[in-house]
T-cell receptor, first 116, second 111 residues
Framework: KAGVTQTPRYLIKTRGQQVTLSCSPISGHRSVSWYQQTPGQGLQFLFEYFSETQRNKGNFPGRFSGRQFSNSRSEMNVSTLELGDSALYLC???????????????FGPGTRLTVL | GESVGLHLPTLSVQEGDNSIINCAYSNSASDYFIWYKQESGKGPQFIIDIRSNMDKRQGQRVTVLLNKTVKHLSLQIAATQPGDSAVYFCAENGGSYIPTFGRGTSLIVHP
């Protein structure tokens, strides 16, 4: 079974631009979460989508948004890019079975975003 | 807010030694803990998890110990190999679903 895939793997943008990152979860997984990873802040939760609905959101400004499609694929968008947005953006998928109170997340390789 | 932290940012060991990576957590409501391994250029990879109703759980060459009294979690790797070199993260879930990750410990295995 294929793992979580993310595209593109690397991206260079300039301040003020916007960017869209894509994530394809493991087949059958319905939950997709996004994380930002930086050397200074570590791994920080952005948001989680399940059945095309955002269910949880981390402490990030409104410039960070996302969506999930009916096939569970997800995109995240960052508008008006700032230098501090340079980071590795990771996507993780999980089964999210009904009634399960714990769930293992499987991460993709990430998209390395550099803002100049 | 609540946080999860690691005692040591870097751990260097010789091949064949046992490695112990520690993690402290502060959310007493946390009931699920996970260890991840992240190799250079890759996303975090699930290693092992443990629920709060357990003190110990073993996998292949790895053991996770949970001490709820002092809110401490550790990952033990037996017979450490060069391929174990990576950054190891602990994560906790306190019921809000939003997981909190530690900053990571870099494990360096010398051949």
């Amino acid at each position: 079974k294929a793992g979580v895939t993310q595209t593109p793997r690397y991206l260079i943008k300039t301040r003020g631009q916007q960017v869209t990152l894509s994530c394809s979860p493991i087949s059958g997984h319905r939950s997709v979460s996004w994380y930002q990873q930086t050397p200074g802040q570590g791994l920080q939760f952005l948001f989680e989508y399940f059945s095309e609905t955002q269910r949880n959101k981390g402490n990030f400004p409104g410039r960070f948004s996302g969506r999930q499609f009916s096939n569970s694929r997800s995109e995240m968008n960052v508008s008006t890019l700032e230098l501090g947005d340079s980071a590795l953006y990771l996507c993780a998928s999980s089964l999210k079975l009904a009634g399960a109170d714990t769930d293992t997340q499987y991460f993709g390789p990430g998209t390395r975003l550099t803002v100049l | 807010g609540e946080s999860v932290g690691l005692h040591l940012p870097t751990l260097s060991v010789q091949e064949g030694d046992n490695s112990i990576i520690n993690c402290a957590y502060s959310n007493s409501a946390s009931d699920y803990f996970i260890w991840y391994k992240q190799e250079s250029g890759k996303g975090p990879q699930f290693i092992i998890d443990i629920r709060s109703n357990m003190d110990k759980r073993q996998g292949q060459r790895v053991t996770v110990l949970l001490n709820k009294t002092v809110k401490h979690l550790s990952l033990q790797i037996a017979a450490t190999q060069p391929g174990d070199s990576a950054v190891y993260f602990c994560a906790e879930n306190g019921g809000s679903y939003i997981p909190t990750f530690g900053r990571g410990t870099s494990l360096i295995v010398h051949p």
